[in-house]
């Protein structure tokens, strides 16, 4: 499940969408990632993303390789401004992709 602070519901603006994107990091293992958090309009992401969020709720998505490894989290998305630049976090560790692939994800 995936939950927003106040926040962060606040610093979306219509039509945007949180991403958690995956990113390779190693070549000889296709599986072995990153995942990042951004911001990105609803209307441009490719199937490569699917939906976390429930129907009326502000729009969530996950990369179809993540989605495995976030299925049955409970995940909270907050938003911080600096300058006016908003940086969207969540609670999930810096290292979580890497830990999901090599099978070590605390229970």
Same mark, same amino acid.
């Given at each position: 499940?995936?939950?927003?602070?106040?926040? %962060?519901?606040? %610093? *979306?603006?219509?039509?945007?969408?949180?991403? !958690?994107?995956? @990113?390779?990091?190693? !070549? +000889? +293992? %296709?599986?072995?990632?990153?995942? $990042?958090?951004?911001? #990105?309009?609803? &209307?441009?992401?490719?199937?490569?993303?699917?939906?976390? $969020?429930?129907?009326?709720?502000?729009?969530? =998505?996950? @990369? /179809? =390789?993540?989605?495995?490894?976030?299925?049955?989290?409970? !995940?909270? !998305? &907050? +938003?911080?401004?600096?300058?006016?630049?908003? /940086?969207?976090? $969540?609670?999930?560790?810096?290292?979580?992709? *890497? /830990? %999901? $692939?090599?099978? /070590?994800?605390? #229970?």
């Amino acid at each position: 499940m995936v939950r927003l602070t106040q926040e %962060a519901r606040e %610093a *979306l603006r219509p039509g945007d969408a949180l991403v !958690i994107d995956w @990113h390779r990091v190693a !070549i +000889c +293992c %296709a599986c072995a990632g990153e995942i $990042s958090l951004r911001r #990105a309009p609803e &209307d441009r992401l490719t199937r490569t993303f699917r939906r976390l $969020s429930r129907a009326g709720e502000p729009a969530v =998505y996950a @990369h /179809r =390789y993540a989605v495995p490894h976030l299925a049955g989290r409970d !995940i909270t !998305i &907050d +938003c911080r401004r600096t300058l006016g630049v908003r /940086r969207f976090t $969540s609670d999930l560790p810096t290292d979580f992709g *890497l /830990r %999901a $692939s090599l099978g /070590r994800l605390p #229970a």
